[in-house]
């Protein structure tokens, strides 16, 4: 088996690569390459479940052999010309024209969500609004609607951050999320029923619409405004986490999976007007396909994205080809051994791991990083974030400000 690239077929547009792991290469294609070379996207429709986990098995560290490749089947199907042209057709808009774009500008200038963060305060974003309490209908997703409160209580209580020194961000309102979103989007929301389609919880399309966006939505607004004030951060400190976040799923002009905006998205345009910066990375190591951001950028060549599921390889060798001023990190843990949407076994010491890895890898480039936490179904996996918040600062990755002697 060999990874296998691409080139252009079928493609008028700029020159672009697709990468995969497959067969050798067939009379005409390229040369064998390493696939974390090149810019990976896929259509969301190519997107495939993993084979449900065997009970008894050994979790595996992250980077196993025996991982299962889910990944490369999907890679394997964007790699066909025919599947790129589906994807760019399908793809949420066009490129804005120039009175549009001259309108995100205007928008993203005139945010409030930038905020000036004193040094005494630590690049960790979180709020209490973050966490979901909506008449118990959170229980009916698997997703654990409390473990960013859980984070946070673990690195307070254990000594390693103080409450303090932690950052609140502002809501995203409308004219922010415009930024990316657009108003037939937006307006969706109003109906109950969309959001439950969103969010997966069938039951919320029986409640009042104005109590599922206070109970709902606004949380998510929330954090979509930490998801844009830590890639600010990350540029100022060199890293920054923000605690929530990560809607990989959302794209502009569609929700889904739990993910009702595209904080992912917004972030980066935000970043591009604001931090003045032209190249950034998506290392997506969340156990399934980030479907949104891949739509909202499959045309745009500023933006790579490196989008793992179920595969264990990471792009340490990218800047031979790519060399990126923002690297989002989004540290899916339904990776975890148990995670019952993941099932790909990983070690609590596996993802601790794989985290460790991003992080020295962008200190040694000099990226700043910023860190989302994203998916994970289980109580266990604010216990797992936290254990690596805090291997990030005993390895001096990051700065808490709060370190144990």
Known sequence: MQNTCTRNQGWTGPPRKWCSTSAPNPPGTATAVP???????????????????GAGRTPRPFGSSSTPHLATRALSYSASPSCWRRMASSSSSP??????????????LSSKLYLDVPSSKAPVVYSPAYDISFL?????????SAKWGRI?????????????????????????LLVVHTEKYLNSLKSSYRVASIVEVPPVSLVPNWIVHKKLLYPFRKQVGG????????????????????????SAEEGGGFCA?????LCIQFAFVRLNISSVLIIDLDAHQGNGHEK?????????????????????????????????????????????????????????TRDEKVFRFAKDQNIPVLMLTSGGYMKSSARVIADSIINLSNKNLIELGNQLG
């Open 296 to 352: 909202d950028f499959a045309n745009d060549g500023r933006v790579y994205i490196l989008d793992m599921y179920n595969a264990g390889i990471y792009p340490f060798v990218c800047k031979s080809r790519f060399q990126p001023q923002l690297i989002v990190y989004n540290a899916g843990t339904d990776i975890l051994d148990g995670d019952p949407l993941g099932k790909l076994e990983i070690s609590p010491e596996g993802v601790v």
């Open 95 to 108: 490129a804005p024209a120039p009175a549009g774009e001259s309108l995100r500008q205007k928008r993203i």
């Open 261 to 265: 905006y595209a904080d992912i998205s």
């Open 152 to 176: 946070c209580r673990y690195l307070t209580r254990e000594g390693h951050l103080e409450k303090k020194k932690l950052v609140e961000p502002l809501e995203a309102c409308k004219e922010d």
């Open 227 to 250: 998801s844009i004030l830590s890639a600010k951060l990350a540029l100022e400190r060199g890293w920054s986490i923000n605690v929530g976040g990560g809607f990989h799923h959302c």
């Open 136 to 144: 118990g209908f959170e229980k009916l997703h698997p997703f654990e």
């Open 35 to 53: 696939l974390f070379l090149f810019r990976v996207t896929r259509a969301p429709e190519l997107r495939q479940d993993s084979p449900a986990g």
